[in-house]
């Protein structure tokens, strides 16, 4: 069966670039459908938000069409800065670190994290990584963060400039989609 309209016209108006590439978008309809066992007679808004929910889970290399996102002159690293002008653009991270803080130090709190992890500790908070074996799992510090976006096509290096508190090492993870970016 094909993609209803309903479907096309949501992913279009909310995210319009890059576009969805068309048989990756049939197979999640399909598979949406059948697995969920939704009528698209009667249950076309929770089809949608499970067809959203796959796309922004999805690697944007395999949903969406390549060329349809950033423009290809974005990733020009003689250009110190270039704006991206038109309907906002999906992107996902795919790279992420802290460029503020030392490498030993980042290193140091991945260990500490990595041993409470492994000694079956839950709780995330300010421990001390200089205490061994005590307290909660520290939290990476923090202070500015570099990454690496993509459209499935075009990766490029981003920075922020000023604090994003959704983003945190530890935390976010790779894949996590970002849309759209006024500037870069």
Not at 82 to 106: K, Q, W
Not at 115 to 143: C, H, K, M, Q, T
Not at 149 to 175: F, H, N
Request: with cysteine; net charge negative; glycine share 8%.
């Amino acid at each position: 069966m094909d993609v209803p309209t309903a479907v096309t016209d949501f992913l279009s108006q909310n995210y319009p670039r890059p576009r969805v590439d068309p048989e990756w978008l049939q197979a999640c309809y399909d598979w949406v459908v059948e697995d969920k066992a939704l009528n698209p007679a009667t249950q076309m808004a929770t089809i949608i938000q499970e067809v959203e929910n796959q796309l922004l889970s999805s690697n944007l290399q395999d949903s969406m069409l390549h060329g349809t996102g950033l423009p290809t002159h974005v990733a020009n690293t003689d250009q110190k800065q270039t704006r991206i002008s038109g309907p906002p653009v999906l992107v996902e991270i795919t790279s992420i670190t802290d460029i503020g803080i030392s490498a030993y130090n980042l290193n140091k709190v991945r260990l500490t994290r990595e041993e409470r992890l492994a000694a079956g500790e839950e709780e995330e908070g300010e421990g001390d990584v200089d205490v061994e074996g005590e307290g909660p799992i520290p939290n990476y510090p923090r202070s500015m963060l570099s990454m690496e976006l993509s459209d499935g096509a075009i990766t490029l290096k981003a920075m922020e400039y000023r604090s994003l508190p959704q983003l945190r090492l530890g935390t976010t993870p790779l894949g996590y989609k970002v849309r759209g970016l006024p500037a870069i």
